[in-house]
């Protein structure tokens, strides 16, 4: 241990040894729907909490959620996280994670509740656009750098959420997940490990559902035995607001604050229930002091003592200027035939948009992912505004939740289209169910019958892959009338295109994209970039196509088995020949990228494998552009079941027209293990492997295979 942090250490002690056990309990639960409770009398502060994932949420009284609503608690609007790691950039992750801690520190916070990293089991859970990826190694790659950049130079702790396997929101509250362990070790953990042992992460949350038998805020076996003992978290455990049920139970296994929705916070379980608890010898002392020392321990790293702490800043232009940069590299082309993209602006006379997502803002909803932007450029403005008064931007609805209110809006759309130069339809899903009642027809929904729900959202999980409110009959009936038209899908998550996909040239998705969403979706449309986005996710043809679906086991009941295993996403797709709309890293590009020379060179040696590889990448076209060579892995003599393709390295190349670059990724004898249950350790067997260079999961451009004789275990 440092000099410093013996120092630190030794002050926690004393004031440990001065605090009361009712004090102690103040600082181990909510005083406040975003704060626990301070020491006044030894000058510690209550910790600030704010959500969330993609900016600072507004501001709420202690007591009550209903938001202040003074005008100091705008802020800025980062893409989601669906979307940051459709840029595949680690630095552009760097630098969202700068924004959002320095913006949480502006607005005065201790504790930022981010970020959420599930991993997306389902197409339909309504939280995917707050996670990030179907795959725990693209998820660990950005996710260190995201908590880097929060809390370096910042001041503020990241709280990693949600810990763990909290992949639906169907029953969230107390569905019971049932998973064996090399899928739990494979896919659920990685991320999470990742956060805490690389990316240093302050804080955790725990998730509110129970996996093994116990609340995930009550597991020893998570929290003490994986979180603390093998990967020596030594920062605060936080529970969802409401996932604690027992005080004793929570104590004990090594939960440190509790947090919830309601405003009695002299009942919560770690208030007056943990001092009698501890009084009457159910709870240790020191078990509470050990909760003390790790608050106490964050409140040092982040400087909460400290007269010369970071202030933060929030709303600057620099940041608005990064989440601009992010939403340019999330966006995917998904589909370009006949080159209708980018479109010429100097030819457009008259253009139509049709569809409501070119017209609203969804930075206000979804849950507490919700926030109070500055501002959100709609598509519809940023195309408006890119494209100045030489063009007749026109705009038509297109689609209503309002089912009597449809053929009209088709109607209308279909004759803006007849009309003009160009049409781009923008539609796909949103965050709000205002509409809800109106879509379900509330006055005619009998009990018994299911209400549907068609949102990116907290609470709710989609019923169905369906794009709502008739919006493949309006993509239908457009076409049918220009050809030509771009279709532009703005969700968190894939949704269903097989009704039109073969008849549209042009499809480009777009997410949550910040404040600045709108321009840089028109950018992209008139060329000025070229797409360099990858799809985080499988956009599967059917819902059934999805592993959880296909064997029936999403959203389940009290329990839900993830009996598909390891077999989540396109692990799936690849082992499973199913072949999927859009597959797991697609994306296309303006230019051509030609891939050549690939060289691996192997280094065994008793602790480790090094392994290189080393290939060319040329923009073989005239724009410049950017790519993103996926490695993927395959073990052939493996002697478990193991997925055709695992990703295990990728990079964002950037290159002029013409330019041709050498990229090296390096690889590790990580990069080719299994967990093994029997031993309980990673595990490397001797044998065949082969590599895979892609543009994708399925453009595979060059492979090799090759002999291992070392075997690993660690
Ligand atoms: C969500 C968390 C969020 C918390 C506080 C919970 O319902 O699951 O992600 O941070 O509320 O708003």
């Not at 913006?103 to 197409?123: H, Q, T």
């Not at 940041?319 to 030819?347: F, G, M, Q, Y």
């Not at 965050?431 to 009990?447: F, I, M, P, R, Y």
Request: glycine residues 8%; proline residues 4%; negative net charge.
């Amino acid at each position: 241990m440092s000099k410093d942090i013996l120092e630190i250490e030794k002050k926690i002690e004393e004031i440990i040894s001065k605090l009361t056990l009712e004090e102690k309990s103040a600082m181990c639960h909510g005083n406040g729907l975003f704060r626990t409770g301070g020491v006044e009398r030894l000058n510690i502060p209550p910790l600030k909490m704010s959500d969330g994932p993609m900016g600072v949420r507004n501001e709420f009284p202690d007591d009550s959620w209903m938001p202040i609503g003074n005008s100091d608690d705008y802020t800025t609007y980062l893409p989601c996280n669906t979307a940051l790691a459709a840029t595949w950039n680690t630095s552009l992750a760097h630098e969202a994670g700068v924004v959002l801690g320095n913006e949480a520190r502006g607005r005065g916070k201790d504790v930022i509740l981010g970020p959420g990293i599930n991993i997306i089991r389902s197409p339909l859970c309504g939280r995917n656009f707050e996670y990030m990826s179907e795959d725990p190694y693209l998820i660990s790659k950005l996710v260190v750098p995201l908590i880097k950049g929060i809390q370096e130079n910042n001041d503020v702790a990241a709280c990693v959420k949600h810990f763990a396997a909290n992949n639906q929101e169907t029953e969230r509250l107390k569905v019971e997940v049932e998973i064996d362990e090399r899928t739990l070790r494979e896919i659920y953990l990685p991320g999470f490990e990742a956060a805490v042992k690389e990316g240093n992460s302050y804080s955790i949350m725990t998730a509110y559902n129970k996996l093994y038998g116990y609340y995930c805020s009550h597991s020893e076996q998570l929290i003490k035995e994986i979180l603390e003992e093998e990967w020596g978290f030594d920062g605060v455990v936080v529970s969802d607001w409401g996932a604690v049920h027992d005080t004793v139970e929570a104590a004990n296994s090594g939960l440190d604050i509790e947090m919830n929705v309601t405003y009695n916070f002299d009942d919560y379980f770690f208030a007056k229930p943990l001092v009698e608890a501890v009084k009457s010898g159910k709870v240790s002392e020191e078990v509470v002091n050990e909760k003390i020392r790790r608050i106490l321990r964050m409140m040092y790293k982040i400087n909460a003592f400290s007269e010369d702490r970071k202030r933060g800043i929030y709303n600057s232009s620099k940041h608005r200027e990064k989440t601009l940069e992010l939403a340019r590299e999330s966006i995917v082309l998904l589909k370009n035939e006949k080159n209708v993209l980018p479109l010429k602006d100097n030819k457009i006379k008259t253009l139509a948009v049709i569809g409501e997502n070119a017209n609203i803002i969804h930075s206000n909803g979804g849950g507490s992912a919700e926030i109070k932007a500055l501002y959100e450029v709609t598509p519809l403005l940023g195309i408006k505004s890119r494209l100045g008064g030489q063009t007749e931007v026109k705009y038509a609805k297109g689609y209503d939740a309002d089912k009597s209110k449809k053929e009209a809006l088709i109607n209308e759309a279909v004759e803006l289209a007849k009309i003009s130069d160009v049409v781009i339809i923008i539609g796909g899903l949103k965050h709000t169910d205002d509409d809800l009642q109106l879509e379900n027809n509330a006055l005619t929904v009998s009990k018994d019958q299911e209400i549907k729900h068609y949102v990116d959202s907290e609470g709710y999980d989609k019923t169905d892959l369906n794009l709502p409110y008739a919006q493949d009959e309006l993509i239908k009936s457009v076409l049918e009338v220009n050809k030509n038209a771009v279709v532009v899908m703005l969700s968190g998550a894939p949704v269903k295109m097989t009704e039109w996909i073969d008849d549209v040239s042009a499809v480009v998705q777009t997410w949550y994209n910040g404040m600045e969403g709108g321009n840089a979706l028109a950018e992209i449309l008139f060329g000025d970039v070229s797409p360099s986005g990858k799809l985080p996710i499988t956009f599967p043809r059917a819902l059934e196509d999805s592993p959880a679906h296909k064997i029936g086991e999403f959203p389940g009941g009290k329990t839900v088995k993830y009996t598909e295993g390891i077999f989540v996403g396109y692990r799936y797709f690849s082992s499973y020949d199913v072949k999927p709309l859009f597959c797991f890293g697609h994306g296309l590009s303006y230019t051509d990228f030609k891939y050549e020379a690939l060289d691996i060179l192997i280094n065994e040696v008793p602790e480790d494998t090094d392994i290189s590889v080393k290939f060319k990448v040329t923009n073989a076209g005239d724009k410049d552009g950017a790519e993103v060579p996926q490695i993927y892995v395959r073990d052939l003599d493996a002697s478990v079941e193991r997925p055709k393709l695992e990703l295990k390295g990728f990079d964002k190349v950037y290159l002029k027209a013409y330019e041709t670059k050498e990229v090296e990724i390096k690889l590790n004898k990580k990069s080719l293990a299994f967990y093994s249950v029997e031993d309980k350790k990673w595990t490397v067997e001797p044998g065949t492997f082969e590599i895979f260079v892609g543009s994708s999961s399925e453009d595979i451009r060059l492979r090799k295979k090759f002999n291992l004789n070392s075997s690993y275990k660690f």
